[in-house]
């Protein structure tokens, strides 16, 4: 029987455990806090938690880390003691660390030794966790330089009403489900001001087209971006207000600030981070992301919605 461990009592880490643990993989889920764990299982659950993070890693085949992108460095610090050479190693966030721009397989390979870092690989797709844990059926896509590595993380997660598929394309598969979130963003701006759905998928065109160009630049596939962890992400992430990133975006239409938002989200909106590390990345590499260039200033230079409007409606205008 397969071992697993996730790092990371979040939404998406209390999903993936129960969706392995109910098809009889062996999953213990590591969590911060004491008290976190034994009110886990204290509930009926699939899988076993612990605080311990030597217990959560013992004998594990998979390691699964479930957490937000900025916190992904740390926690791969804490457990990295720990990781043997069997281990195969996963990134299951969508994120770019903001302060060194870095994809999160190169966040885990730049911490851990260097005769683990040919077992990383990352998950990435649409899946909306809260669709998943329902029992829904969902696709995701497994990646990693070697698609050898990247077939036997899929024998082990292998389970019904999940279907994985694999790719050596690690680059286009982990920018593809964090570029989205932009845009995203910018699909909740639209339906928040009200504009329609013909102006968002206008938008949400438009809008993948250039950050696909600036996923080129950095050196993924193009073919990546219209497949299942890209183009299938990004329609199931603007499609509907269960996304963090498009209910961030929808907010901000309404008035809201930033601040205010971000205190009464429980998760992080992935998006904002993106945003930022997108809009620095275009720039050293001499690439235009209009688009994306409207949704950073109204993030980070307080544009006022109602600019933004006009300047999405011009866009839609004259885009070419």
């Given at each position: ?5 996730i ?6 880490g209390?999903?993936?455990a129960?969706l392995?643990?109910?098809?009889g ?9 004491e008290s976190?764990a ?5 509930e ?11 217990e959560?890693?013992?004998k594990a ?13 740390q926690n791969?610090?804490?457990?990295k003691?720990y ?5 195969l190693l996963?990134?299951?966030?969508k994120?770019?660390?903001v ?8 966040v885990i ?6 005769n683990?870092?040919?077992q990383?690989c990352?998950?990435?797709g ?15 896509v497994?990646?990693?330089h ?21 790719s050596?394309?690690?680059i ?17 701006i639209?339906d ?6 013909n102006a ?6 438009w809008g993948w087209?250039?950050?696909?160009s ?10 990546t ?6 183009l ?18 929808y ?5 809201r ?5 971000h ?8 998006g904002?981070y ?7 990345l275009?720039?050293?590499h001499?690439?235009?992301l ?5 949704i950073y200033?109204i ?10 409007k006009?300047?999405?409606q011009?866009?839609?205008?004259s885009?070419?």
């Amino acid at each position: 029987m397969p071992q697993v461990a996730i790092i990371g009592n979040s939404t998406w880490g209390n999903t993936l455990a129960a969706l392995l643990g109910d098809n009889g993989t062996l999953v213990r889920l590591w969590t911060r806090g004491e008290s976190e764990a034994k009110e886990l299982n204290q509930e009926t659950h699939s899988y076993f938690s612990t605080h311990n993070i030597k217990e959560a890693l013992d004998k594990a085949d998979l390691v699964i880390w479930a957490v937000p992108s900025q916190k992904l460095r740390q926690n791969v610090i804490l457990a990295k003691s720990y990781l043997t050479k069997p281990m195969l190693l996963m990134s299951a966030a969508k994120g770019l660390e903001v302060d060194t721009e870095k994809r999160m397989s190169q966040v885990i390979a730049e911490e851990i030794p260097p005769n683990l870092r040919e077992q990383i690989c990352v998950l990435s797709g649409p899946n909306l966790a809260k669709e998943i844990a329902r029992g829904l059926p969902a696709a995701s896509v497994i990646a990693s330089h070697d698609i050898t590595i990247a077939e036997k993380a899929r024998a082990v997660m292998k389970c019904a009403n999940f279907a994985l598929f694999t790719s050596d394309d690690i680059i286009g598969v982990e920018l593809g489900g964090t570029l989205k979130n932009i845009v995203a963003l910018g699909a909740g701006i639209v339906d928040g001001l009200g504009l329609g759905d013909n102006a968002k998928a206008a938008f949400t065109t438009w809008g993948w087209t250039e950050l696909v160009s600036l996923g080129v630049a950095l050196g993924g596939k193009t073919n990546t971006f219209y497949d299942l962890a890209g183009l299938g992400d990004l329609i199931a992430t603007c499609a509907t207000n269960v996304s963090r990133n498009h209910y961030l975006g929808y907010e901000l239409a309404k008035g809201r600030l930033l601040s205010e938002i971000h205190a009464s989200m429980s998760q992080v909106a992935e998006g904002v981070y993106t945003t930022r590390v997108a809009h620095r990345l275009a720039q050293e590499h001499g690439v235009k992301l209009p688009i994306t260039d409207i949704i950073y200033n109204i993030l980070f230079h307080d544009l006022p919605i109602e600019k933004a409007k006009i300047g999405f409606q011009r866009m839609i205008e004259s885009y070419h």
